[in-house]
């Protein structure tokens, strides 16, 4: 194999990888814009990925399961959102505790379901969402160059991968081209102004809460219903928390955040193909450090290599409505 068909099956496999990261980081952005810190991304999207194995296993309907897994992680959202909008409770505690909530119930519902170690039984063909070739693929796929970029980078991949590239130009336009994105990034800046204008400040953030539910429960539901062929217990393994810090990495910003969670992919594609493998002067490394290398790129950009990333200025504020 060359090195130019090892560059695209890396490529591939990024895309791949970095699918429930943007999904989960756009999530995470709709959120935080909004003013509210979401460290519970890990746990929506666990709950997600539950919620879409099991409905997938018991209806034998990917699309079914798609539905149940964003339901359990709107359902977390807005309960995310009464501790931290309603009762104006500390934003970071509810995530946390989240996270905590989201590894308990999969795992317990799990056994007492499935009694298969948490995890649910493997899924009918039906059950998962299958790759999709787009036209003429197969036609181009010995043409120099472009038939392996078309064929295998591009084609080949199920409808929630084409669904979160595409979420990145509608988060954009949602953002920073409607009225909607308007105030919401305003009550992330500035929600008393908001809130002087007329304008709901927590039926606002409630909704940006929904929106992050969404797609949180896509990006769970990738993991359990396209990537694999079930629900696998602790199957996210971080990813929440390496959307989070790509969000960070990307100061808030949807084409930015692609970019990250596509340097994590690629990072983790790399990590795969390695492993294993002699490395000249090096040897074998251990297959441990290859896992750990996402995280520890993590902590080394988020060290100081972003420079300074500012966040809303009302992130993480609960808004208290004056009385007059």
């Known amino acids: 194999m060359d ?10 496999s990024t895309v791949r990888l970095s699918t429930p990261l943007l999904l989960a980081c756009l999530a995470g952005l709709f959120s935080e814009r909004a003013g509210v810190v979401d460290i519970g991304l890990e746990g929506k999207m666990l709950g997600a990925a539950f919620g879409a194995g099991a409905v997938a296993y018991i ?54 379901w499935f009694h298969q170690g948490g995890r649910t039984p493997s899924l009918s063909k039906d059950g998962r969402f299958q790759n999709i070739d787009l036209p003429f693929a197969s036609s181009v796929e010995g043409v120099p160059v472009i038939g392996p970029i078309y064929s295998e980078l591009l084609s080949g991949h199920n409808i929630l991968v084409y669904i979160a590239f595409l979420a990145v130009p509608v988060t954009w336009w949602i953002l920073f081209r409607t009225r909607f994105g308007l ?40 993991l359990s219903i396209a990537q694999s062929a ?70 080394i950009l988020l060290a100081g290599f972003i420079g300074k990333a500012v966040p809303p200025k009302a992130s993480g504020v609960a808004y208290l409505k004056e009385r007059t």
Not at 205 to 212: E, P, T
């Open 3 to 12: 090195m130019f068909e090892t560059l695209i099956l890396i490529l591939d």
């Open 183 to 222: 105030r919401l990034r305003a009550v992330g800046e500035n929600p008393a102004a908001v809130d002087t204008a007329g304008i709901s400040v927590t039926w606002l953030r409630y909704r940006a809460v929904i929106a992050c539910g969404i797609l949180c429960g896509m990006a769970g539901s990738y």
């Open 230 to 299: 079930g629900f696998i217990k602790d199957m996210t393994a971080g990813r929440g928390f390496i959307a989070l810090a790509a969000l960070i990495f990307a100061k808030w910003k949807p084409g930015s955040a692609m970019m990250a969670c596509l340097l994590f992919g690629f990072l983790d594609a790399v990590a795969i193909r390695l492993q294993g493998q002699e490395i000249p002067g090096i040897g074998t490394v251990p297959v441990q450090f290859f896992q750990a290398l996402p995280y520890i790129l993590t902590v």
């Open 59 to 112: 209806t034998g309907n990917a699309w079914l399961g798609l539905f149940g897994g964003i339901g359990v992680s709107i359902l977390l959202a807005l309960l995310h959102g009464f501790a931290s909008i309603t009762n104006r409770g500390n934003q970071i505690v509810s995530g946390v505790a989240i996270n905590f909530l989201a590894v308990g119930l999969t795992a317990l519902l799990g056994q007492a």
